[in-house]
């Protein structure tokens, strides 16, 4: 059974067509591999797949129903990781992930928290302000979402692994076996080679004058 | 969907909090431009009086202004806004807390200023009742209908004027009736009627602004 589904999704952007007739299907342990140049629509098909933004033409189904008309169930097994982190600056890590959790009805108890963060590598940043935090460390905190959010069945990430360093890169690729060998399902955008040791279905997006 | 609701109430206060300097700036505002009419206008007594409930509610609806755009313009910038509307809690709530937040924040501390205001202006007491009425029941109609703009222009590089030039004629009934009140109750006369004219306005906006918020985010969006 198709999870996620797009039939004839078009994009138009400032009188440009990213992208039209775009047809895919994604099932259970299934990886999809977003491809394209810079500017072909790769994030604006995420935005497109998560309701965020709506298609020029096309819809998108989960599970054989509009989107729309299944939000809340689609939302609450769908993760979103988009280019923007969804992390308040001001705000410490326990803090942003404990709203996150509150926000997703997640139960998550505060030393979950603090030993998530932990196996993420933010030993004794917990309390520290997001701002003050380095890039590849926030992306870190905002990925902790996959960890928290147990029962998602499908995850859509946009350039998860910009700013994350070799281990962060090994942690993230595991943990998306994981989810895969668990049932989930994943769509992914990346620059970088997937490199996982995973049968990956790929999506082509040509850029278009 | 309560947990949500007050997660997002709580989240808001906290930001709010930290983030003093940004919450003082309209206080401030609103304290200077009125302190500084009595050396403007002079200081006769009758003057003032005159003025006063006008100038008080130009500077609320001005300093409101000053901090209007903080509304959602953070949370559409760092993506929180991405992740509330994918949380599948319902948007035109979620609208209503934050610009409860917003008001708790930014509005009531001017509203507790006022007192004051009221004597650098030389309100008589029933003036200063009638005052504290209008802005108790004018201001959150600023914040709702006001986070309406915000939210169509938040997606914009410098919306701040656009929104001033989007809403400025839409606070002009509100600030007539406001003013009014308070000049019948300088005149002694009942100003009940002006008063159930802005709560009414006030209905109307929690009506129907909290989906006009949630649908100008979701146009801000994509």
Known sequence: MALLRGQNLGCVKQDRTLFEMVNFSIEPSQLLYVRGQNGAGKTSLLRILVGLSDPAAGHVEYKHQDIHTVSEQYFQDLVYFGHKLGLSLNLNAIENLQFWCQLNQVNCTETELFELLAELGLVGLEDVPVSQLSAGQQRRVALARLWLKTDAKLWILDEPFTALDVQGIALLRNKMIQHLSEGGAIIITSHQTLDVDYPTSELLLEYRI | ?222
């Open chain 2, 1 to 222: 969907m309560t947990a949500s609701l007050l997660a997002v109430f709580k989240r808001d206060l906290a930001l709010a909090f930290r983030q003093r300097a940004e919450l003082l700036q309209p206080m401030m505002f609103f304290v200077l431009v009125i302190s500084l009419f009595p050396l403007g206008v002079g200081p006769g007594p009758e003057i003032l009086q005159k003025i006063g409930p006008g100038v008080i509610w130009v500077a609320a609806i001005l300093s409101s202004l000053l901090g209007m755009e903080r509304l959602f313009r953070d949370d559409f910038q760092d993506g929180t806004l991405e992740q509330i509307m994918l949380s599948g809690a319902s948007m035109p709530l979620v609208c209503v807390v934050k610009v409860a937040v917003h008001w708790l924040a930014s509005i009531v501390p001017l509203i507790l200023l006022s007192p004051l205001l009221g004597l650098f202006l030389n309100l008589t007491l029933e003036m200063y009742w009638a005052l504290l009425a209008t802005l108790l029941v004018g201001t959150p109609l600023l914040s709702l209908v006001g986070a309406v703009a915000v939210g169509l222009t938040v997606g914009l590089q410098k919306g701040g004027v656009l929104l001033a030039l989007l809403l400025l004629p839409v606070f002009v009934p509100l600030l007539i009736f406001a003013t009014a009140a308070v000049e019948a109750a300088s005149l002694q006369i009942s100003y009940s009627a002006h008063l159930g004219l802005i709560g009414a306005m006030l209905l109307f906006a929690l009506a129907l602004a909290p989906m006009a918020i949630a649908y100008a985010l979701k146009v801000s969006q994509s």
